[in-house]
């Protein structure tokens, strides 16, 4: 049973482009979250979402970010205009339903911004 | 004062030692607490949660929650070199609010 995709695992990006980062959910898991990780700082919350459905974004940046999990594919979190910022571990974790249950991590995209 | 407050460390101990890693926090309404263990340059490993107050025990890992004291623990008995990595605490408030929110880390080296 795989666990949660993450891709790509490593993105360059030069200041002012646009950064994808894809996230496969673990088999059964519905439910989406998008943490960030600087360096030397604790994962901090983005955003959580269902399919079709943003559930919580009050983490998310009010500005160049925004995040989708469509009815088919995987979550896409979107970063228009990058800078140097930006630069971070974005983590993805998912989880079967609502409400409390255990988030499984996936490996990490991890973003520089030239 | 931050939600979570966690030793950033570094702890080092021997091969063997039983380890003491630790978490306070000022919100009272937090019901879930977790522990991960994050390798350098890898994704958070969940290794424990519990809900509440008490004791969970797993193999090696036993995990404390003391809501009164707004502290919680981790314990490894026995610890290996393998342990080394770096420990972080979360706390949900359970419902529909989903997002954790993780101390900084403990990084931990176990010496053979």
């Known amino acids: 049973n795989a666990g949660v995709m993450q891709n790509p695992r490593h993105l360059v990006r030069r200041r002012g482009q646009e950064a994808r980062l894809r996230c496969s959910p673990m088999?059964?898991?519905?439910?989406v979250y998008w943490y960030r990780q600087l360096p030397e700082e604790g994962l901090k919350f983005m955003v959580y979402?269902?399919?079709?459905?943003?559930?919580?974004e009050s983490g998310m940046p009010k500005e160049r970010f925004s995040a989708e999990f469509p009815k088919e594919g995987p979550s896409i979190l979107r970063i228009q205009q990058v800078v140097r910022g930006d630069s971070a571990a974005y983590f993805c974790?998912?989880?079967?339903?609502?409400?409390?249950?255990?988030?499984?991590f996936g490996p990490g995209t991890r973003l520089t911004v030239t | 004062q931050k939600e979570v407050e966690q030793d950033p460390g570094p702890l080092s101990v021997p091969e063997g030692a039983i380890v003491s890693l630790n978490c306070t926090y000022s919100?009272?309404?937090?019901?879930?607490f977790m522990w991960y263990r994050q390798y350098s340059r890898k994704g958070p490993e969940l290794l424990m949660y519990?809900?509440?107050?008490g004791n969970k025990e797993d193999g090696r890992f036993t995990a404390q929650v003391d809501k009164s004291s707004k502290y919680i623990s981790l314990f490894i008995r026995d610890s290996q070199p393998s342990d080394s990595a770096t420990y972080l605490c979360?706390?949900?408030?359970?419902?529909?609010?989903?997002?954790?929110?993780f101390g900084k880390g403990t990084k931990l080296s176990v010496k053979p």
């Open positions: 974790a998912s989880s079967p339903g609502q409400g409390f249950n255990e988030q499984y």
């Open positions: 519990t809900y509440s107050s």
């Open positions: 979402l269902q399919k079709e459905n943003i559930i919580d």
């Open positions: 088999k059964g898991h519905s439910h």
């Open positions: 919100n009272s309404a937090f019901q879930y």
């Open positions: 979360a706390m949900s408030y359970g419902g529909s609010q989903g997002n954790l929110i």
